[in-house]
């Protein structure tokens, strides 16, 4: 009710704009109209603010939605400069804790140096629909902080505020089908992100047969918008790649022969979120959900993208090759590289070397796995299972990764042990059968510079 | 649903104690368990807390549950002392700070100086029905920080947490009627605190007729738990007592007759919440609520108690009257005086004296209202319209007030204006009849040592 | 909301019949009255009311409701004599059929023979809340017709048109418990027929702990109204006594221990529904409901009253025993009986003897068992699993049955078996402990008037 | 649910036509399987209908779905033949009758006349998902029954059955909008009979802009499934044209400026339910929904096609002009006349004075309007309003009724008015405008063989 309301209003804020807040104001110079309403929140923040109840607040989201893209910037600035600490009681503050460095005025310290606008944040959401608008709101800034280094002060703050409110406890799963609501529905196809959804027959397909299942979680206040979903197709093995999955014409696999549940797409949907994390919390309860409503199920595992292959590929992979393999990744070049059967045979092994490499040793300075979809289940606590050859050979696929994709599983036993050393000791968990095929190939020749073979320390056998 | 899971937690926990925990721990000195769960927070706090969803937090929420009265108490202490800011870290983030003074480091301070407790409740609040495991727990702390000033601290970040999470936008207004499941009705039974509500017929009473209504706020993880309601009398002047509007034998209103809604009795229900203000908001809502409802409706206001009266006439106001008037005090000796018609005859102009200059013109220091409901509704903008004598002969009443009970008028277009001249020049909305009733009578000499004259300055008519 | 609707314009009803109608007309004599209403009926079955929507519906169960006794007969009546069949329409309808005594004209004679009463019927059911007015006004016509043969034929379209709107397949299945609304639950506690319901925490006993369940069937139509409900035990055995599961202070079962659900409980709820069976479709519901949710449930078993069972000892029963044995009977005499031991020794093989023949020999003309709620259960195919002395020692059960109790037997893979065996030929599904009871005692000498010994040939054997 | 386990049957009743009934028996002659199924249904009629619960309903309607055309129609004929009414106890019914002609008699005989099939088909309803797989069964028969005058008299138990089944008292009126379940959208799109609504956008288009509003009748026993549905077009003006309302570019009408509600498409959905009628009751259910909502709503009207004009004018009507007015419709002959000026100046007049005529005076020999459309409003107790020239310049709305569309008023004061003038005297409810524009023209000639001039008694004056 409170989104419904609040997308009317948007709706309605030009007509509102010009009768509401009077046709010369609508017209005034932006740095008018920021003012204007820098002092509407500041009377949000004084006693006023109390006694109006959601009205003020509701009366800055109107106006700020109605302010051209020269006053939005102000506003920011002004969120950036005028909302941060009460300075004077910081100084003070500090002054305190500085004399006696007591337990008590380092807890003051916390709640005298928080800046003024996360108080302003939590009035704005009182208006109806006001969690939305403070979405949309962080939407903006992030984009406006790019440039800015004042603005990321700000978006620490929104960042950190909407991460508390967005908590895992607060979010409620929902399973997507063909009776979810079409508001929600056309949102999933607006926010798929990694097999794009073409149209509403397309859509159908991903929900309503009988071995398809989406979930996504929701926020109370957001009733409407999805933060992040999953795709999942029930099979009988592990599938090694995408096009069969999403074929038109594919048969339905019988839910009693179903034993495998592949994550094969999750999309976050809310731009005004980035940063707070959802996508670990979302597979480990729909694997949890799967688990009770099908228990015949044994194996979870995604089937993913290896978005970064290609580009690392060209900036460093291709210079661990030989000469010959190097040249052998000439055939890439031909964008039917993948209906020609020579290229294809020649490509084969250089390509699965060099992706089991790319996954497995070329970390970032910190150990953390370099392809970003990697690092993500990996960090979650997932086994990199299996590299698929050939797994995506739509027109996407084969330009970020030459076709590769991967299985990462989720074994809910194994997930914590995964993780711990992942994290403390940067050991990738990984399957014999990736482990052989980086052993097997002789192909690349690892950077010298450093003594210690990385491939023999990073990756461990998985019992 | 993650409520009931949390009643059916904590109904089981007896067993599980013995089952899960080992009967050998469950007799484990308390020093021992408290250390245990403490170590639990620290793992949740780590990397392993992030990889393990929400298993852990589950685990610590089901062995707090099964704490004893001293493991309880050292796990309380532990919080306040292990779980403060990082300081080593807070230290150098003020000697940053002090070095260049600059906007980065202030807000770098604030985040450097959160105790580690907000994260971890934070985190707390992923197992399922953790939220309202969480206001529990802060009951717990609430009730023990009576005598031990280290939980203050605690309690602060806490309520702070709290009131973030439980945000006016976050909050759900629903209509409490005889439909409403039996698991809200019985919670609504238990928290009425104005008039008591005796049983089920009595509740019925309450809700169930055309001319009745009662709103509560709830929040999303909180299913089954109101925070606070408000309970309305639909009726057709405004009323200057209680018990006949709760009579059991009374004629309903009918709906088109009726001009005024009164709120009768308010309750905040979670102790776990104590300091997150629900009502202010909770009135206006429903003003709205029954305005949209029934566009009839002329008048919104309160028949209230004025707990505190009593208490300050025999404190304070009673050297305040003439020797006589001292001495017609005696009546309320006689616990039947209210059937005594000389009694009552001999107090009535005493009593109303006092009660008026107690309402108006005992101040606190700040300027604010005396009594609590009085500050509650003035702070809301609410004006102070009628003083009714014998508005409520329960024994509660006539011991805490000698009957008095006060109607406060919410006016919405002079709410904002009404709280500013309280808040900024402690000036109280009144009725010219209330500020007749003061001026009217001369019977209460004021304490000379302030020459201005409060009366004279405080209660500005209401035009 | 229908059904709110309809219990608010019953609320209304005498204030309405003053303004609506008029008070002249609100004080006519009866006849006058009821005649208005019939005149409203005809126009309702005419096309005016085909245009009036549910106007007219709605004003026809408005007037009736506000009739006196007198005119609520007279109106019955009309419904008797006006709204029969189109007598010359018939009489056509019959000629034809008798000429040709074709198909076509057979098909024409179930119509034109149709009662007019019945498009009436259905026209009043368009109103806001016309089924729930519909049930209620059968109820009033089947306590009429109690002495008014005439009011049968009205009560047999009725009765056909509520079971053909009240099929099964119209109806919703519904657990009750904490959780249901009041305004449902009080019905529970007032409908309850079996072991009363004293108050709101006697009703939580049996709803609300883990090993409790309550189901109803409810019809769409009629949202607040349970049709009929069955009240659910989980135990680990059958048990054999019916205080015990309902003791205040007994401790609840767990889950994982529960192998039997009992049926302790079954009550229908509208008295304008007599007739229409909904008990058996419950039963077999409420037994798949519970296999799909705990799978570890092994036994679905009642625990029955035997209520026509000491009226048939004191009618026929005490004839058959030796004159030593009906001595024993005195005892029954005291109503302490029950606590004092040598009654109790003396009185429990006679009174099992006697339970045993009463249950399995002694027919109705047509072979049916005497005891209806032994016919209701083995109608449905249950088997007579277990007699219990002692099974209910309240002074109702004491007095009904001498505290005897049953438990029959749900086992879903014979019902059709055992219900064929007693609908074809008479043959009571039993438990061999049963039939060895009946056995084992030489007490009982059947009537010698026919020559088969009964108990030979309807007892045989479950396998 | 039912409607989803239907569905689910449905979708996997191939492969449970093998492994459920044998593939030999998959294979079996038509006459064999149709044998095998009129089999199942006698026992369903038997006792062991009743103790099966539903498995046995449930299985005629799972061996149903599975038959071949053949087999269907030795079952629909076996229907007709063998589960009429029981002959003899019709005989002896008819013969008591005849005997004594009372009352109670007359009584028996339409129950004794009733075709075992009600039965049969009350009985099957029991089944999950019964009455969607009932309504799919009649869809089925009434197709056969074409050319089967044997299967009319099948038909019309269902049809009876059905319009008590789907009384108006049990349908439930919900609004359609955007956040309705794809799964009910998808049918809105399908179902749409007047006005095509090409994809999701269309769709969307219609129901999701503010002045747009779209309601159906649900029965809650088909969830999914809407009965009928009419589409509204919120304006300021009476609309003379269907294009602009649809246009994809149109501006919406503020609420606060709309006074009209116009219903310019109404859809039954189920052929299954052809003859039960909702469209009036929808209609009159809409306008008091509306105008609860929206009180500023002053005129309630619809924007028809008229389906019969073009076939009536060449059959029937280019016989009443003038030989000069006759070559004037020659400009029809040209798909596009719609598009030169002159031709559009030479039609206008000679087109709208036979629209007038044919809506006007073109009677059926029961006097009602030959127009199916004007035979439903007018039946309903609207007006005809208008005569709009280029309503609807669609290819159909120029093939069908050369661009003619038609208001028609509903004013719910005069509805009861109109339909009695209707029925009863056949007379027609007309604006003045309507009026003259059928008298200023003198382009008709009525045919002579009945004196009395039809226009002078037919269409008096709305005042």
């Not at 302003?120 to 440039?147: C, H, M, Q, S, Y």
Request: hydrophobic share 45%.
């Amino acid at each position: 009710m409170a989104s419904a309301y609040f997308s009317d209003l948007l709706a309605s804020i030009a007509d509102r704009g010009r009768t509401l807040l009077g046709l010369a104001e609508a017209e005034q110079d932006p740095a008018r109209r920021a003012a204007t309403l820098v002092d509407l929140c500041e009377q949000l923040l004084s006693g006023r603010g109390e006694a109006s109840g959601a009205a003020l607040a509701r009366e800055v989201l109107e106006r700020y939605a109605t302010l051209n893209e020269g006053a939005r910037q102000q506003f920011f600035m002004a969120l950036a400069r005028q909302f941060g600490p009460d300075n004077a009681k910081l100084a003070a503050s500090v002054a305190a804790y500085v004399k006696d460095g007591s337990e008590a005025r380092a807890a003051d310290l916390h709640f005298d140096a928080e800046a003024r606008r996360q108080e302003l944040f939590r009035r704005l959401n009182r208006a109806p629909g006001g969690t939305a608008a403070l979405v949309k709101l962080r939407e903006d800034i992030l984009a406006a902080a790019t440039g800015q280094p004042a603005l990321k002060a700000v978006d620490r703050d929104f960042s950190h505020l909407l991460s508390s409110w967005f908590n895992r406890g607060f979010l409620v799963l929902r399973r997507i089908d063909w009776s979810s609501p079409a508001i929600v529905l056309e949102k999933i196809i607006r926010y798929e992100a990694v097999h794009e959804i073409h149209d509403w027959d397309d859509l159908r397909r991903r929900i309503d047969p009988v071995d398809r299942r989406c979930y996504a979680f929701f926020h109370p206040a957001l009733t409407d918008e999805p933060l992040i979903f999953v795709e999942v197709a029930l099979t009988e093995e592990i599938p090694a790649a995408v096009q069969p999955l999403l074929a038109p014409e594919r048969k339905p696999v019988r839910l009693m022969d179903a034993r495998t549940a592949v994550f094969y797409s999750i999309s976050n949907c809310q731009q005004g979120l980035a940063g707070v994390s959802f996508g670990n919390f979302l597979i480990k309860q729909v694997v949890e959900e799967l688990r009770r409503e099908l228990p015949r199920l044994e194996t979870f595992v995604t089937l993913s993208p290896v978005p970064g292959f290609l580009r690392w590929v060209e900036s460093e992979g291709k210079k661990l090759l030989s000469p010959e393999d190097q040249a052998q990744l000439g055939f890439l070049a031909d964008d039917n590289w993948v209906k020609d059967e020579p290229a294809r045979a020649a490509l084969r092994p250089v390509i699965e070397s060099l992706a089991a490499y790319y996954l497995l040793e070329a970390r970032s300075s910190n150990g953390r796995a370099r392809d970003p979809v990697a690092r993500f289940h990996l960090g979650n606590g997932a086994r990199l299972e299996r590299i698929n050859w050939l797994g995506d050979f739509s027109r996407k696929g084969l330009k970020e990764s030459a076709g590769i994709m991967v299985n990462y599983l989720y074994d809910l036993g194994d997930i914590e042990k995964n993780h711990e050393a992942y994290a403390n000791q940067a050991i990738l968990a990984t399957s014999s059968v990736v482990r052989r095929m980086l052993r097997s190939s002789n192909r690349i020749r690892p950077p010298v510079s450093n003594g210690a073979a990385p491939a023999e320390k990073s990756t461990l056998a998985n019992p």
